[in-house]
């Protein structure tokens, strides 16, 4: 592959370029902050590739309100340049807006049935996300960014995340012991996680890969939620629980800082120089209850 000519400053290698975040996981898993890598370079390099890239997004009931916001701040933010499929998995098809997008990008609308427990809302994502790996993405696309909707992209998302296997550092955990992380502690769960051991505690709300580790992912998550549900269990943080236990044993090949899945609700630290993707207030009672 031969690169282009390209001017920037050189790498320095005795002078790291964080001193205040781990920038590597211990297997050699790096983790995506600002400043840690150079957009240009990887751009030059996956410009010769041609990926295309879908992104899936569940607006199950009254979550279709955050459709909207969320294609058009990612049409100025998510993947710009690129070839991008929005895969809009709802059971309300005609509430989903038709919008302009710029070139090369789409929407695809996937009918999907809903569930009366917001849990099996979330949690059934995992399902879908399996069943159209084969039929649909692996076709169709080569990376996959599996993420909530009710979320806003508030500056740059890039090349810089690809990678065969990706998880996000849930903003409301990094920094905290093991053992206080919220894993599923029951060990007749299939999530379970023993309080010695754990690496980060992974969010739900973003995750990713190439379509055959997504698929091999999403089937993990999905079969060990049937199996808990015959014994009548269900995972404390429900499809973020069975995802931390694949992640354990099936380590990210690159893993995102909480850049990417921030909640002002939990203020803006100094080490974070960028909001990536926010969450979207919003007033649980309302959004959730009765429907
Ligand atoms: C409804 C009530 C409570 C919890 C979830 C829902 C819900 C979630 C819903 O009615 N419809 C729906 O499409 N979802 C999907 O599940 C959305 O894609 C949403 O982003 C995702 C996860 O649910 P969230 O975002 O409410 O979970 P938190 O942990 O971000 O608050
Ligand atoms: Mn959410």
Not at 61 to 79: G, L, N, Q, R
Not at 148 to 168: A, H, R, W
Request: glycine share 6%.
């Amino acid at each position: 592959m031969k690169l282009p000519r390209m001017v920037y400053n050189q790498p320095e290698v005795v002078q790291p370029v964080r001193t205040d975040v781990l920038i590597m996981s211990p297997w050699l898993a790096p983790i995506v902050w600002d400043g840690t890598y150079n957009l240009g370079i990887l751009n030059a390099q996956y410009r010769q590739r041609k990926f295309r890239v879908g992104i899936t997004i569940f607006a199950i009931k009254k979550y279709t309100v955050f459709v909207k916001k969320f294609i058009e701040s990612a049409e100025k933010y998510f993947m710009v340049g690129q070839k991008v499929t929005y895969y809009i998995f709802t059971d309300r098809a005609s509430d989903i807006p038709v919008m302009n997008l710029a070139e090369g990008r789409s929407i695809a609308v996937l009918k999907v049935p809903s569930y009366p427990r917001w849990q099996d809302v979330s949690m059934r994502r995992m399902e879908m996300i399996r069943d159209s790996s084969h039929t649909r993405f692996s076709h169709e696309v080569d990376y996959l960014v599996c993420v909530d909707v009710d979320m806003t992209f508030n500056d740059e998302v890039g090349v810089e995340i690809l990678s065969n296997l990706f998880g996000t550092l849930h903003p409301g955990m990094f920094g905290l012991p093991r053992d206080s992380y919220t894993y599923e502690r029951n060990p007749q769960s299939e999530a379970y996680i023993p309080a010695d051991e754990g690496d980060f505690y992974y969010a739900g709300g973003f995750f990713g890969g190439n379509t055959e580790e997504v698929y091999k992912l999403t089937n993990f998550c999905h079969k060990a939620m049937m199996v808990d549900k015959e014994k009548n269990i269900e995972a404390v943080w429900h499809d973020e629980s069975y995802l931390n236990r694949y992640f354990l044993y099936h380590k990210p090949t690159k893993i995102l800082s909480p850049e990417y899945l921030w909640d002002d609700n939990f203020g803006i630290p100094a080490f974070l120089k960028r909001r990536r993707f926010l969450a979207v207030p919003k007033n649980h009672d309302e959004i959730r209850n009765r429907r």
